[in-house]
């Protein structure tokens, strides 16, 4: 006796320090900073730092799915299509709504019996306490209970082998709407995953044709810059030759110089403005900014506002089209079926059950030989079963249900007004664009007449350095304003096209990604 107890004091003694060991371990693992005052480094992060490195050198290569063409001029089309195949953010929104549609499947498979195969086979060994009886025959008859006395007793081991196979099936029949509930809730879901990736698509060439023109616009400023540097140096010679001539002073020389370079400080500042378009174009792509891309430059069109129709078809057609009011849609139709998979939690739900079992049971008893049988068991059961009262539960689901119904269909009123408001403000920006061009026009005209007649005026000496360095600066200004308005009418189209819901509207007869 005393061995045993020592043995079990030893036991409990190497478990209590083995659940100590355990403990520390977990609590070094989920360690926080001591102190908020500087980073620290966290357990194992050196391993994520390894991984990640690993990681970044295996996918390096599928950066891009796409291959560039340092020697070809890529136009917005191309740009276009090279994003839409190569930017994350569609694969991204592709995976989201393939588990939309996994998620309709896993809905649906309510409908289908549960089948179950199990397998078992064990051995087990037991023990029946017998007592020895003593027994008073003078008190059996005066005081039964005081009789019977026991003075000891003993056991009978069992040993038993078990083998078994079993087969269960379950199938909901009738549970009165609960599951057609979640099946559409799910295919609302999908819809709203579905529209949500063409919305992606969406984002992505208004991304790419918002920079392409800003790219566009930035090449242009460079060559005004340019041509500003040029306009700067023909004064500087022709302050110079007035100089010479005796007809200028040396301080309106040392102007034109001045402007001279205040002419290249603005041209590298502009080459570094398109630098940094350009590399916001080649990301909006997918591509990294390593990788080299040539980008064609702005090709004239015409554009009016017959093309785009009144503002209030504009707004008829983003209420009907826009990806993200459809999705508000979607979601206000999940939430209609929540509420029904609620209200069907209410009723009683039929099922059947059954089962098919094969058992082979073997047993020994003080070492006696093995004996036992083996026989199937089976059976069906009708089962219903009715709620009557779990706490309320149901009615709060109800509260919540019907809360976030409304609260889908704030939002969509929402999206729509919203909706609105920026189809006005795309319309109006875009109208205004158009108006802008005429007089923009006009007015590089009148710029560049006045400067060459001031030119000229000052060659003759008729004017002065001031008039023609105020006439140098209004042509540059005119010059970059008139690009900008070129450049403001492509992009207001864009952003019209956006808010309407019409910029790369897929076909009705077009495959969309997911569709089940």
Excluded: C
Excluded at 464 to 489: C, F, K, M, W
């Amino acid at each position: 006796m005393k061995r045993k107890i020592k043995s079990g004091y030893w036991a409990l003694h190497l478990s209590l320090i083995h659940l100590l060991l355990i403990t520390a371990m977990a609590q070094a693992r989920n360690d926080a900073s001591p102190s908020s005052e500087k980073s620290w480094w966290p357990p194992n992060l050196a391993n994520y730092e390894d991984e990640l490195a690993q990681w970044s050198s295996n996918h390096a290569e599928g950066a891009s799915r796409v291959s560039i063409n340092p020697r070809k001029p890529y136009g917005l089309a191309e740009l276009i299509d090279i994003a839409e195949r190569n930017n994350p953010e569609t694969r991204v929104a592709w995976e989201r709504a393939r588990q939309a549609a996994a998620a309709v499947g896993l809905s649906e498979s309510a409908y289908y019996p549960l089948i179950v195969a199990s397998a078992a086979a064990g051995y087990d060994r037991a023990f029946i306490p017998f007592p020895s009886l003593a027994v008073d025959r003078a008190k059996i008859l005066t005081n039964p209970s005081a009789a019977v006395r026991i003075t000891g007793g003993g056991s009978l081991v069992t040993e038993a082998q078990i083998y078994r196979g079993e087969l269960n099936a379950k199938w909901l029949l009738l549970d009165f709407g609960e599951r057609r509930a979640v099946a559409a809730a799910a295919r609302e879901q999908l819809m709203a995953a579905n529209v949500g990736f063409n919305a992606t698509h969406q984002k992505i060439v208004f991304e790419v044709t918002d920079r392409f023109y800003q790219l566009g616009t930035a090449h242009q400023k460079v060559l005004v810059a340019r041509s500003s540097l040029e306009v700067a140096r023909t004064i500087e010679q022709a302050v110079q030759a007035r100089v010479d001539n005796g007809l200028a002073t040396r301080p309106e020389f040392l102007q034109a110089q001045q402007q001279s370079a205040q002419s290249e400080f603005d041209l590298e500042a502009t080459t570094g403005l398109e630098s940094d378009a350009r590399v916001a174009l080649v990301e909006s792509v997918g591509l990294l900014p390593t990788v080299p891309l040539s980008v064609a430059d702005l090709s004239e069109r015409s554009t009016s506002e017959q093309a785009y129709g009144s503002v209030d078809e504009l707004i008829a057609r983003a209420l009907s089209r826009r990806p993200d009011l459809v999705a508000k849609l979607a979601d206000v139709h999940a939430k209609e079926d929540e509420i029904r998979k609620v209200r069907a939690e209410y009723y009683p739900k039929v099922a059947i059950d059954a089962h098919l079992s094969e058992t082979e049971l073997d047993v020994s008893i003080a070492n006696s030989p093995y004996f036992g049988d083996h026989q199937p068991t089976y059976g069906v059961l009708l089962t219903a079963s009715v709620p009557i009262f779990d706490g309320f539960a149901r009615r709060h689901k109800m509260e919540i249900a019907e809360a976030a119904l409304h609260e889908a269909e704030n939002e969509l009123a929402g999206a729509r007004d919203r909706a609105v408001r920026e189809v006005w403000k795309a319309s109006t920006d875009f109208k205004t664009a158009l108006r802008k061009q005429d007089s923009a026009a006009k007015l590089v005209n009148a710029s560049r007449n006045a400067f060459d007649a001031v030119l000229e005026s000052y060659k003759q000496g008729l004017s002065t350095y001031p008039e023609i360095v105020s006439a140098q600066r209004n042509l540059a200004a005119a010059r970059s304003v008139g690009h900008d308005t070129q450049s403001a009418i492509f992009t207001a189209a864009t952003a019209l096209a956006l808010s309407t819901g019409d910029l790369a509207r897929p076909s009705a007869r077009t495959v969309r990604p997911i569709q089940r």
